[in-house]
């Protein structure tokens, strides 16, 4: 009796102690700080750790499975994140909060064998050329979180590149070499700082060439991704989805990102750059909003006949999926969805990224409701955003425009300027939410806050347009005077965008132009990425192309160069001086060449490719 009463104080004495080393670890956390329910019960798994017959994983047994990752920059620290586990398989708990659960907690199904044996990993931050650490720790992970790794990195000094590495504890098997960069402090001055711009990869569609050519070429500070980062559908083909299901269950989304996260090109683009991203709605599920989605509502006979799970069940698997497979902060969240966040980039710019998509968005078109919306698209009551995200964001506008910032780069899903179609507007994005979008643009306009740019994607194809409030304000758009800004929306990594050949695309996009005074130029052919070189005088934005996502190459093709001279408020004339690569430029020239650079040779050769997706 009395060994028994040792043996149990001692399991009291040493669980804090293990607890804490599981807290190192930020996945064990909720990604909600005010929903606690979300998270992990630590002290649970730290005692489960210390029954008889938990056998620690010899290092030879385990793998860094799926490469290395940094996120959300800071003056003074950075997310790293990695995987080690003993295969690529995700865990199949699909345990969250269900019923009476306090916390996360494989013990409530009694058929998924929990992981008694915790991973011990070590990790350290050090500059190029010295292997001394100027900021290191251990963390522990076990299959409660998908053996995930996410740690903050403190200590580090403002807009330094570093070099990052993990260890699996005791042994000599460590990760690749990561790199990453701080961000420049609030209050200092940035003679440039360069963003690399993606959305929508879209695996089964098309090889992931975009972040390969962008990493090889070696020239962004920073990795911005808009949404769309992963897809829920069940897709098939070469690259097929896995699970070849529609996601429904955390096993399902944990599944998913490990998928995604096998591809080469975003292995090179996650190890060598920080990212920092937003979800669009395919993180969760297509035309998301506060309620439901296209494929999900919360009705009965949704219920039943649409993957047994409710909305807020599916929205809650794929937010703590994507919570632990993403090098991202957990900041001040409210209802276990908050990604909305800003970064202060010295006097420089202000990064603020949104979420147009799951937060707290009003009722979207969900394919057999299209005239429904169209009738609502002007109430006032509609937002994309939700009242207390708007006001945030207005208040964010404002905030930077008085500190002095330069720039604004607002970071969000959907393309915002007023596009009609040829089927007319379309309600999915800013045009669906009209009186959001005038509340924007007002506040722009009362309180002269220049120099704001938006990013968007989602549509899977270019648009690039002066910012304006038509019917309100008056706009040349031969001058571009009467603009408040601009907007940079991109195409897609893989997903599909214009269906057919080069030059019907062009006599699409074409077409879009004559038929919106704003939009200055479109593609819808060329998947790829945009990059942004931001200066106190300037910003450029250099947009490149794929020639084929069917296959995974290195080849990558200037598309078109465009200007905004701080103060101006538009897009500097002529637009793209004059001549682009591919698609319609407003009063220039369209001068395909098909001259195009191969990053992983540096060479230029003229390419073109027959099929442009996987079939």
Known sequence: MFNLAVLGLAVELLAPLAAAKFDGNLNYESPSRRHSSLGIDVPHVARRSLKRGAVAYEADELDFTHGIASGDPYPDSVILWTRVAPSLASDPSNVTVEGPVPLYNHDTQTYIKADPSPICVEWKVFQNGSEDAVSSGEAYTTSDIDYTVKVEAKGLQPFITYNYQFTICGSNKTSP?????????????????????????NYPNGYFNAYGNAARKDEQDYMIHLGDYIYEGNQKGERAHAPAKYLFSLHDYRTRHGQYRTDPDLQLASQNFAWIATWDDHEVSNNGYRDGSSALNNTEDSFLNDGGVSVDQ????????????????????????????????????????LDTRNYDRSITTLDWNND?????????SRSLMGSHQENWFYNQLSASSKRGATWRIVGNQIVFSHIVESFGLNGDNWNGYAANRNRTLKHLYDNKIDNTIFLAGDSHQNWVSDLVWLDEKPYDPETGEGSIGVEFAGTAVSSSGFNGLIVPGRTEAQYRVGNNSMLQWQDGYY???????????????RYYGSPSVASRNSW?????????VAGENKLARPVAGGSVEAGFLRGGETKPTNLTLNTDTWEWDVVGYDQMYIK
Do not use: H
């Open 372 to 380: 429904y919306i169209d009738l609502i698209r002007n109430e006032a």
């Open 177 to 201: 070499v990561g790199r990453t960069k701080t961000s420049p402090p609030a209050d200092v001055d940035v003679p440039e700082l360069k963003l690399a711009v993606f959305s929508c990869s």
């Open 314 to 353: 599916r929205k809650m698997n794929a937010v703590r999926a994507y919570f632990e497979w993403m090098p991202i902060r957990q900041v001040d969240l409210d209802d276990n969805l908050r990604i909305w966040r800003s970064f202060q980039m010295g006097n420089l710019l202000d990064l603020i990224i």
């Open 527 to 541: 998947r790829g990425y945009f990059l942004l070189t931001v200066t106190p005088e300037k910003l450029e934005a």
């Open 556 to 564: 990558d093709l200037p598309l078109a160069n465009f200007t905004v």
